[in-house]
Every structure is written in structure tokens, then in C-alpha cells.
């Protein structure tokens, strides 16, 4: 036993998310892809294994666990689907934002439903207008008597529509971070309405709308925290995001990285596996030691977070940026290993490609990762 083996605990989860992996996601990953189903059954089965509330506190009903103990979860079901994985992260994030910020009576409101999957939430912070810059959101929440009256739109949302809950950004005073608010709306609430389901490259297994507010009444006790707290709370919360994107892109790059290693010892070429090309060895051997790499830094960052480390956000963001820059070329070589039948949705490879692509955007983009890191090396 060393400082970097996982402890039995650790390995007993991973175990765990892998077998559900391999029965309840891997067999039927393809069709949730190619008929874009959302399986939402799925899912829900997800939960009754803790995975709907992983960072919720035990005394909330959650399973208390931290942030590497979650990016084994991810990147184990990754392995079956990154689109699915995704998914549950992000209502792993909503429901750790209730459960850290909000109010005893809103956490017995929404929690229990929440960490059964009963009621699925999205996380919406960004709109048409403000993606990076995310502190610039037009979403406005006026006060009038004990509600928040609620105008304007939120962008590439996952899970909207199909989602019950909707942790929201939203400003309730001045221009910039400090005047930002976190509302808990419910997708029934007078006013919300939903866009067309975005017709994406990748992560079909999940539905993505706009999500429009007008002149939705929100109770003032669905607001997470105090007012102008919410923008801290949502960068916050994109640390453990963050780290949980990567770890679906380390789980994508692993399942291609295998069928590679597979696909390679049976292709023959020029009378013998292609497996046996010193090229094709090399190919492999910097894909694992990349991904290895990867998968390292990403453990430590997660390390980092669950201890508050004062870096802890450089760290998320560097493993994030690395993460999913290395898994992304890792399936690209897999794909191209395989040749023509890569680019065939015979195989798994190019569904991979798809869905590990737009995790170098989403969570902020990898532009803004090196923005942060190198903010944070200069202050020094």
C-alpha cells in the first residue's frame, strides 16, 4: 500500500460502477446513440446504487463521498457512455449545491426526491450571450412581496425538458459576479417553456434545449444561499465539474484505448497482426502513458478539492484542460488505428469521438482553463 494505490473503499466503488457499467450501460449504449433515447430508466437505476447523490452529505440522505471517489463513478460508467456519465454529473452537481447552500426547509423539499432520481435536476448558468463570460447573464429575478419574478433564457441546457428541476443563475441586483443569485425552479412552475432539443455532433443519449422564463414566480424560499452568493456558488461547483468531465473523458479514452489494443491484435495485414508493427506499438504505448498521465493529475486535483486545498481550483482546472485535451486525442488515434472501420458506426470508436469532443468546451472551455492557471501562477 502506497500514498497513490486506492484505499479498498475506493477500489470497492470503482468496482462497483464498473459491473453496473458493463450490465446496465455498455450493451445498449450504441442504441441510446443512434435512436438519441434518453434512458432515463437507466438512470434511475444509477441511484438506487448513491450514484444520484454522491457528495450529498449522509445526514441529507446522500452517500458522502468525495471528489476522487466521484470521478471513479464517472469514469467507470464513461467507459459505457460519456453522454449518460455526463448526465449524472450534472445533477450530482445541482443536488451538492442544495445540499451545501441551501436552507434546512429546502433541502427536505427537494433532496429526498433528488437523490432517488425521483425528480432529475439541470444546472443552468449559461445563455446565449455568456458562456465565458459568465458573469455577465441577463437572466433577471425582481422581488416582488415573498417571490421572484423570473425573466429570461438559459442556453444548452442538459436535461431540459425532461428534467424536473432547474438550479438557475439569475441576477437579483447589480451588473457583474456580486449581483448574482441561485433560484431552484421547478420545470411545472408557470412561465418556463423549452426550446427544440439541439440537434448536437455527440451526447445524443441526453436531451439539450433552451430554457425560457417569463414572468415565472419563484417562492423567495427556493433561493439557494443569500442574494448575490450565487455566482460564487456556481464556480464552485464547476471545480467538481470539471473534475467530473475529465473523468468521463479518461473513461471514453479507455474504452478505445482497449478496443485499439484489441481491434490491432486481430487486424492482419501484410501476413501478420498489425499489433506486431513497431508503429502500432508506439501508437499504443503513448496513447496509455498519456492517458495515465492524465488519470494521475486528475486524481490529485480531486484530492485537492475534497480538502479545500487553496490551489484546489488551479489544480480542477488543469486537470480538467488535460483531461479532456489527452482523452480527446486518444480516441482520435484509436479511431485511426482502426482505419476505414473507425469511421463505421459498426464500431464503438467514432460514437466515442463524438461525445468526448465538446467536453474541451463545456464546463468552460479549455481556453479558459489556461486563463485560470495562468492567473494563478502569476499572482504568486
Not at 21 to 42: G, L, V
Request: proline share 3%; charged share 25%; net charge negative.
Amino acid at each position: 500500500m502506497t500514498q497513490f494505490d486506492l484505499t479498498d473503499d475506493q477500489l470497492a466503488i470503482q468496482e462497483m460502477a464498473r459491473k453496473f457499467t458493463a450490465d446496465a450501460i455498455t450493451p445498449h449504449a450504441a442504441e441510446w446513440d443512434e435512436k438519441h433515447i434518453f434512458p432515463r430508466d437507466t438512470i434511475k437505476a444509477a441511484a438506487e446504487l448513491g450514484f444520484a447523490s454522491i457528495y450529498v452529505s449522509e445526514e441529507s440522505g446522500g452517500i458522502g463521498l468525495g471528489r476522487l471517489e466521484a470521478a471513479l463513478i464517472m469514469e467507470a460508467m464513461a467507459y459505457g457512455c460519456p453522454s449518460t456519465s455526463a448526465f449524472i454529473s450534472i445533477h450530482n452537481m445541482a443536488s451538492w449545491m442544495i445540499d451545501t447552500f441551501a436552507s434546512a426547509e429546502l433541502k427536505a423539499k427537494y433532496l429526498p426526491s433528488l437523490i432517488t432520481m425521483e425528480r432529475i435536476a439541470s444546472y443552468c448558468l449559461t445563455e446565449s450571450s455568456s458562456g465565458s463570460d459568465a458573469a455577465a447573464l441577463k437572466t433577471r429575478a425582481v422581488r416582488d412581496g415573498d417571490h421572484y419574478v423570473v425573466n429570461g433564457s438559459k442556453q444548452f441546457i442538459s436535461g431540459a425538458g425532461e428534467n424536473e428541476i432547474y438550479v438557475t443563475m439569475v441576477r437579483t441586483g447589480e451588473e457583474g459576479p456580486k449581483g448574482i443569485s441561485c433560484l431552484v425552479i421547478e420545470k411545472d412552475m408557470p412561465g418556463v417553456s423549452f426550446g427544440a432539443n439541439e440537434r448536437k455532433l455527440g451526447w445524443h443519449s441526453q436531451p439539450t434545449r433552451q430554457v425560457t422564463f417569463e414572468d415565472v414566480r419563484v417562492p423567495v424560499s427556493n433561493r439557494v444561499g443569500g442574494e448575490g452568493e450565487g455566482f460564487r456558488f456556481a464556480m464552485m461547483g464547476l471545480d467538481g465539474g470539471r473534475l467530473n468531465i475529465g473523468a468521463c473523458s479518461l473513461g471514453g479514452a479507455q474504452r478505445c484505448l482497449d478496443e485499439a489494443v484489441k481491434y490491432t491484435k486481430d487486424r492482419q495485414q501484410f501476413g501478420k497482426p498489425i499489433a506486431d508493427f513497431q508503429n502500432t506499438q508506439f501508437v499504443l504505448a503513448d496513447m496509455a502513458t498519456e492517458l495515465e498521465a492524465a488519470r494521475a493529475l486528475l486524481y490529485l486535483a480531486a484530492a485537492k478539492v475534497t480538502a479545500g486545498a487553496p490551489d484546489k481550483t488551479k489544480f480542477a482546472a488543469m486537470a480538467k484542460r488535460f483531461a479532456t485535451d489527452t482523452g480527446s486525442s486518444v480516441v482520435d488515434r484509436a479511431l485511426q488505428l482502426h482505419g476505414g472501420y473507425g469511421y463505421l458506426m459498426d464500431y464503438p470508436i467514432e460514437r466515442f469521438w463524438r461525445d468526448l469532443r465538446v467536453h474541451s468546451i463545456l464546463e468552460g472551455t479549455n481556453q479558459v482553463m489556461r486563463m485560470i492557471v495562468g492567473r494563478e501562477l502569476t499572482r504568486q
